[in-house]
C-alpha cells in the first residue's frame, strides 16, 4: 500500500524539501518532472500547485498534501487538517494575504471599494471577504504579479506576503488583512479513516513537527566543577532542567540541555565566566515533545 501525498510545486518547494529532509524523507525531483522520487516505498508524491492541492485532496485523487491555510480556504476544500507547519520560503514567519493598494489611494478601508475593481488569485476568498462585508466590487482572476497591475488595470489587490518587500518596492500600502496563513498538512477524509493511511499520515505529522521544533532549537554541553555548579545553574534558563552527570573526576561534573538558539550567543560568555569549560554548542534534527 502507498500513501499519495500532494508537495506545494513552485516558492514553497525548496523549503518543503528541506524540512521533509529534516525529518527523514529525501525527495529530489528532475527538472520539469511532476512526480518526485523518495527513499519511502510506502509513499507516492506528487509536485502540484499549492492551489490545487486541497481540491485533490478533497476530491481522494490524493490522500493528503502539503498547501497553505489560504488555498484551503480559497478552494472551500472539506479536508482534514493534521498539523500547522510554521514554514515559508524565507522565513518561519506564517503568510498574510492582504488587500493592498498605491500609495496615496483614496481607499482606506474595505468599505471603499464599492464598485471598483480588484485583482487576485485568490477570488473565492476575497468574494467571500466582501460578502461580509456588504461590498459590491468586481473581482477578477489575475495569473500572478498583481502589484504591478495598480492604479491601471485594478484599484487594489489582494495577495500574500510574507516579508511586504515586495509591496514596498511596488509602492503599495496594505490596507487590510485577509488571513493569515501557514502550510497545513491536510488529508482526505476516507483516506483518514483507513488505519493504515492514517498512521502514516501521524507519522509524517509527527516527524515534520519535530523536524520544526528543532530548527529554533540547538544542544549546550559543558563541564563544569561541582563548586562553580550553581553559579553556572543560576545563568541557565529555569524553564528546563539541564542534565547533570558525574565525570571520572568526582569533583567534576557534566551539564547538558537544549536552548532557543537565539539565546546562546548571549549565555556562552556568562557560562564561562561562571566556570563552565569544554562548551560545546549542536543542531538537533528533531525535538518531539
Known sequence: MKLKIGLPKGSLQEATFD???????DFHVS???????VDDPELEPWLIRPQEIPRYVQDG???VGISGKDWIEDNGADVIEVA?????KVTRNPVRVVLAVQEGSPIESVKDLQGKRIATEYVRLTERYLQQHGVQASVEFSWGACEVKV???ADAIVVNTETGSSLRAHNLRIVDTLLVSTPRLIANKEAWQDAWKREKTENIAMLLTAALNAGALVGLKMNVERANLQAVLGVLPALKNPTISPLS???WVAVETILEQKQVRDL?????RAGAQGLVEYPLNKVIY
Open 268 to 272: 556562552i560568555p556568562q557560562l564561562k
Open 249 to 251: 573526576d568526582e569533583n
Open 84 to 88: 500547522d507547519l510554521t514554514y515559508s
Open 151 to 153: 492604479p491601471v488595470l
Open 19 to 25: 524540512l521533509f529532509k529534516k525529518a527523514g524523507f
Open 31 to 37: 527538472t520539469r518532472s511532476y512526480e518526485p522520487t
Open 61 to 63: 485523487i490524493l490522500d
